[in-house]
């Protein structure tokens, strides 16, 4: 079982920045692509971004495009979401999540994702 940690999140003004982390101390996630998902309450689940395995392909949600952006540390076996221009709308739970069976196809779609982790709250708030 594939063990996802996230980290980074918490509170922060309007306009301001984030990093979140997804890290796995069992496995490595050098396979897997990997994507990040929010939601907020009372919302669905919303496929923010995704990055294939070799790093090569990254995907954005139209909302987060152009504010948000997403890499990877292989060598620290870290998938990074960094967050700019934050607007109260971003607040929610992010969760990344993994699965390696799609090659180096990039989706956005929850369906494809195997392993999840708990989630972190970030807010954005004056």
């Known amino acids: 079982q594939l063990h996802l940690v996230e980290s980074g999140g918490g509170l922060v003004q309007p306009g301001g920045s984030v990093r979140l982390s997804c890290k796995s101390s069992?496995?490595?996630?050098?396979?897997?692509?990997i994507a990040w998902f929010r939601q907020a309450p009372g919302k669905e689940r919303e496929g923010v971004s995704c990055?294939?395995?070799?790093?090569?392909?990254?995907i954005y949600a139209d909302s987060v495009k152009g504010r948000f952006t997403t890499s990877r540390d292989n060598a620290k076996n870290t998938v990074f979401l960094q967050m700019n221009s934050l607007q109260p709308e971003d607040t929610a739970v992010y969760s990344c999540?993994?699965?390696?069976?799609?090659?180096?196809?990039?989706?956005?779609?929850?369906?494809?994702?195997?392993?999840w982790g708990q989630g972190i709250q970030v807010t954005v708030s004056a």
């Open positions: 999540a993994a699965t390696n069976r799609i090659g180096q196809v990039a989706t956005l779609s929850a369906y494809w994702y195997d392993y």
């Open positions: 069992r496995f490595k996630l050098d396979d897997y692509t």
């Open positions: 990055i294939t395995s070799s790093g090569d392909t990254a």
